[in-house]
C-alpha cells in the first residue's frame, strides 16, 4: 500500500463531496471549494506536467507555499509521479531557504509570485542553476492543454511502502536543519493509526490553521482528512475571531492547533460576553508543545470542552495520545498510538522503572529510518538493543506514572527552544548574530514566555557598540522572523565551564 491507494478511498466514496474548502485568514487570496473529484482532476493535470518538465520518480519536489490548495494539488501531484516532497516553511528566508535548497536538490520549487525576489537572489549564485522554479500564481502559464488528458492511473510508477514520500526538514543540533525521510510507510503507520484512535469519521468536518508545511498541519490535518474522505476547511493561518466564529456556527466538527492558539481562545472567550456554543465539535487536540494544564482546564471551563494532548515528532510523526474515549490528563500525553512502542531510560541507556525520569525512546512502523545524506546524524540518534532493533532517541525527557500509564514529557535534553510550535535551535541564531560586524560571541536560550510558552533572548560579548535596529533589520534578512531574539541582553563575558563551555543554564532567567 501506498499514501496514493489511501487516499484513492476517500476519493471513491464521495467524489462530488467537498474535499477542500478554502478561505484567506487576513490576505488576497480568493476563497474556494474542491470537491475530490475536482482535487483528482488538478492533481492529473498537474502530474502530467510535472512528467513534462522533466520530473522522475525519486526526485524531489520542494514547496514553498502558503496554506492554499495549490499545495495540496501540487503535493498530491508529487506522489502521483513516484517524486518525493519537501516542505519549506514559509518564513524561511534567504539563509535558510539556500540550505535546504542545496541539500534536498529539488529538481522543481514551487513558489507564490511573492517569492520571486527572494529566488532571484539565490538560484544560479547560492543554489545551482539546474533548479525549476514554477510560481503556482502562474499555473495557467505553464499547465498545457494536453496535460488535461495527458495523464492516467496506467502512468503512475510503481511505488512501494518503502519508497520515500516526503523530506521534513526539521532543525538541527549543528547550526542547519536536517531532512528527515519519511517513506509512504512511515506516514501510512501514523495516519492509520489516528484514524483509528481518535475514532475519525467520513463526515468530519476539520478546521485547520495550521501550516501545511509542518507535520502537524499535514500528516495529522491534511492526510487523515484526505484519506478519509473528510472535508477539511484550509486557512492561510490562525485568526481569533474566524475561529471563534466558524466553531460557534457548527461549522467543524474537529480541530487541531497548537499551545499558543488555545492561549489565545481562553483570552478571547474570557472577554466575550456569552459562553461558545461548541456543541458540534467532537474533538479539540494539542500538540507540537505542552500545553500548560491551566489553559486545559480554563479551555475546559469556557467551552465545557476537555482538550485531548497528544505528543509527536517530525521523524516519527505521531507517538502518545490522550484517549478518545477515557480520561484526558492535562500535563501529559497519554499512552502510545497503536503500533508504537517506548522506553525510557537513564544516562547509561538503562531501563528505568515506571515512575522515574529519563530519555524516552521510541521503536515503530512510524518512526524514520535516517535524515537525508547525513549518515553521521542518524547513527548518532539510534541506539541498538540485544536484539538488534533499532530505538529512536527522542531527546525528550519523561516520566511514566505507574498506575495510569500515562506520559509526561518533561523537557528536552537538547537546548531546543519551542515558540507557538515551532522549534528554534540556539545555534543557527548564535552562528547568524556572531556574523554582525562588532558581535563576538553570543549566546541564545529560551526563557518562559505567555503567549508564546517560551521565546529566545540573546546574551551578546561586543567590541563596540550595537545599534539595535541594524542589529534587528540584519537578523531579519538572514533568518525567519519567529526566531530573532525578543530581548538582547549585553554582558562582558558568558559564563563558561572549565572546559570552555558556555554555561546556558546560568543565564536563564525564570525556568
Ligand atoms: C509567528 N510569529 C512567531 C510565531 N509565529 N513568533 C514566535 N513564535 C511563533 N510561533 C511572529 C512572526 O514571525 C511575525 O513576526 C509575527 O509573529 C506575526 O506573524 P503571524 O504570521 O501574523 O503570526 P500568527 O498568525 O499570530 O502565528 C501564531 C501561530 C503560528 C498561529 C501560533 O505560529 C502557528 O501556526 N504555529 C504553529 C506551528 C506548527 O504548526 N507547528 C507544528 C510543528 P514579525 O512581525 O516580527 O515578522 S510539527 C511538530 O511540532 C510536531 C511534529 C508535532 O507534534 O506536531
Ligand atoms: P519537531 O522537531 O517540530 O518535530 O517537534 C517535536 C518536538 O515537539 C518533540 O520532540 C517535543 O519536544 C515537542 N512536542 C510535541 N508535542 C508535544 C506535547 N504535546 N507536549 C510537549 N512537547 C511536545
Not at 52 to 78: Q, S
Not at 174 to 180: E, F, R, V
Not at 298 to 320: A, C, H, Q, W
Not at 347 to 370: C, H, I, K, T
Request: hydrophobic share 40%; aromatic share 8%.
Amino acid at each position: 500500500m501506498n499514501l496514493l491507494t489511501l487516499f484513492a478511498i476517500g476519493l471513491e466514496r464521495q467524489p462530488d463531496k467537498t474535499a477542500i474548502e478554502f478561505k484567506d485568514a487576513r490576505g488576497p487570496l480568493a476563497a474556494q471549494k474542491l470537491t475530490f473529484a475536482e482535487l483528482q482532476r488538478q492533481v492529473k493535470r498537474w502530474a502530467a506536467a510535472y512528467v513534462r518538465m522533466g520530473v522522475r520518480k525519486g526526485d524531489r519536489v520542494a514547496l514553498y507555499l502558503c496554506n492554499r490548495p495549490e499545495f495540496v494539488i501540487a503535493y498530491l501531484a508529487t506522489l502521483e509521479v513516484g517524486a518525493v516532497m519537501v516542505p519549506v516553511n514559509l518564513r524561511y528566508r534567504r539563509r535558510e531557504l539556500s540550505h535546504i535548497l542545496n541539500d534536498a536538490e529539488p529538481a522543481l520549487l514551487m513558489i507564490e509570485d511573492a517569492h520571486w525576489p527572494v529566488l532571484n537572489e539565490i538560484v544560479g549564485i547560492e543554489v545551482g542553476p539546474g533548479l525549476t522554479v514554477l510560481s503556482v500564481d502562474e499555473a495557467e502559464s505553464w499547465l498545457d492543454e494536453s496535460d488535461d488528458r495527458a495523464w492516467s492511473d496506467a502512468l503512475r510508477p510503481l511505488t512501494r511502502g518503502e519508497d520515500t514520500a516526503l523530506i521534513m526538514y526539521t532543525s538541527g543540533t549543528t547550526g542547519t536543519s536536517k531532512g528527515a525521510v519519511l517513506s509512504h510507510n512511515h506516514v501510512l503507520a501514523t495516519v492509520t493509526g489516528l484514524l483509528s484512535a481518535w475514532a475519525w469519521q467520513a463526515d468530519d468536518v476539520l478546521l485547520l490553521p495550521l501550516p501545511l508545511f509542518h507535520t502537524h498541519g499535514l500528516v495529522v490535518g491534511l492526510h487523515c482528512a484526505v484519506a478519509m474522505g473528510a472535508t477539511v476547511r484550509l486557512r492561510t493561518g490562525f485568526d481569533t475571531t474566524e475561529t471563534v466564529e466558524t466553531l460557534s456556527e457548527g461549522r467543524a466538527t474537529l480541530f487541531f492547533a497548537v499551545p499558543t492558539i488555545y492561549t489565545r481562545l481562553v483570552d478571547a472567550l474570557a472577554q466575550a460576553e456569552d459562553a461558545p456554543d461548541f456543541g458540534k465539535v467532537r474533538l479539540f487536540c494539542s500538540g507540537s508543545a505542552p500545553l500548560p494544564a491551566e489553559i486545559h482546564n480554563e479551555f475546559e471551563r469556557l467551552t465545557g470542552k476537555r482538550i485531548l494532548e497528544r505528543y509527536g515528532m517530525t521523524e516519527t510523526g505521531m507517538n502518545f495520545s490522550n484517549p478518545y474515549a477515557g480520561p484526558r490528563v492535562a500535563g501529559t500525553v497519554g499512552t502510545p498510538l497503536p503500533g508504537v512502542f517506548s522506553r525510557i531510560v537513564d544516562e547509561a541507556g538503562q531501563d528505568l522503572p515506571a515512575g522515574e525520569e529519563g530519555e524516552l525512546l521510541l521503536r515503530g512502523s512510524n518512526v524514520f529510518d535516517e535524515y537525508w545524506r547525513a549518515p553521521q546524524k542518524t547513527a548518532e540518534s539510534f541506539v541498538q538493543d540485544r536484539l538488534g532493533n533499532r530505538w529512536f532517541l527522542t531527546g525528550d525527557l519523561a516520566y511514566m506514572d505507574p498506575m495510569t500509564g500515562y506520559v509526561t514529557l518533561l523537557g528536552r535534553r537538547h537546548e531546543l527552544i519551542i515558540s507557538g510550535g515551532l522549534n528554534i535551535y540556539p545555534r543557527e541564531v548564535e552562528e547568524m548574530l556572531t556574523t554582525f560586524p562588532g558581535i563576538e560571541e553570543a549566546a541564545v536560550v529560551g526563557e518562559p514566555d505567555a503567549e508564546w510558552g517560551e521565546a529566545p533572548v540573546a546574551y551578546l560579548v561586543c567590541s563596540c557598540e550595537i545599534d539595535e535596529a541594524d542589529l534587528e533589520r540584519y537578523c531579519r534578512g538572514q533568518l525567519a522572523s519567529y526566531k530573532l531574539p525578543r530581548r538582547l541582553r549585553f554582558v562582558e563575558a558568558l559564563p563558561r565551564n572549565a572546559m570552555g563551555k558556555v554555561q546556558k543554564h546560568m543565564l536563564v532567567r525564570g525556568g
